[in-house]
């Protein structure tokens, strides 16, 4: 009796954990299934999943309504240079805070964490400010300096490097390696799964943000694929096919990304923070 009521609870556990997960994935498929479907399709009632006939002319569409070759290419470009500067800059502070003792560090690392209980929408306006007065507006410089550093970044790996054990760093002290060199022969190499987790995050963040490129941007030439997106909508009408379509051309590179890195993005997830 005791096998049955605990077959019958792992059954109804798993039943609901794959309602969640089908609840979960239900959107993107629909979103790659109407990317297929032509605007009158998907707009008809009751919807239906499946399209009449796949309209691959929706991609090719899509990718001729606007320069989307230069949107990804800003994209990318800011992304993987945002994504660099966080990962030299957050592994620097970490090990500063994790591993250099000086004074006032603790109260330093607390007012450090408490910049993430700060809305980001809070500081648009006197970052935008900022970068007026340098006259960086519509550049990459707008897009990419304001988001070289991460407290969450600094938070994720200073918690990873306390798990490393002192010994190595010892070691290598004795060995005659400089602060730096234990740095990037010692610790970074050890922090593989956090540096990858921290880079499929920040990519992730940076590749996806709509809200500060489209306060910073003025021209089409400096446009990323989220703003690109918006040529598919107007005051009165918004083509739906084609957007969807979009849509699912900007989300590839996140999706591919995470393919290649999940092992280290679970290991980094399940690792970090272990230890205070």
Known sequence: MKNFWQITKNIVFHLLIYAAALATVAPFIWM???????LDEILVYPPKWLPDEFQIENYLDAFRAAPF???????????????????ITCSMAAFAFARLKFWGREALFLIFLGTMMIPGQVTMIPSFMVLHWLGWI???KALIVPGLASAFGTFLLRQFFLTI?????????????????????????????????LAIFTFMGVF???????????????????????????????????????????????????????????????????KE
Do not use: H
């Open 208 to 274: 996806n943000d709509f809200l500060w490129a489209l306060i910073v941007v003025n021209s089409e030439e400096m446009r990323t694929v989220q703003l690109g997106l918006a040529v598919f909508r107007d005051r009165y009408v918004t083509q739906w096919d084609k957007l969807m379509a979009g849509s699912v051309m900007a989300t590839m590179p996140i999706l591919l990304i995470f393919f290649f890195a999940q092992k280290y993005f679970i290991k980094g997830i399940t690792l970090s923070g272990l």
């Open 165 to 197: 054990p002192r010994e190595l760093e010892d070691a290598a002290y004795i060995d005659g390696c400089s602060r730096a060199g234990v740095l990037w022969r010692i610790i970074l190499p050890l922090s593989k799964p956090a540096l990858a987790t």
């Open 138 to 140: 519509d550049s990459y």
């Open 32 to 38: 790659a299934l109407a990317s297929f479907k032509s």
């Open 69 to 87: 070759a230069r949107f990804y290419f800003n994209s990318v470009v800011v992304a993987v240079a945002v994504t660099l500067g966080q990962l």
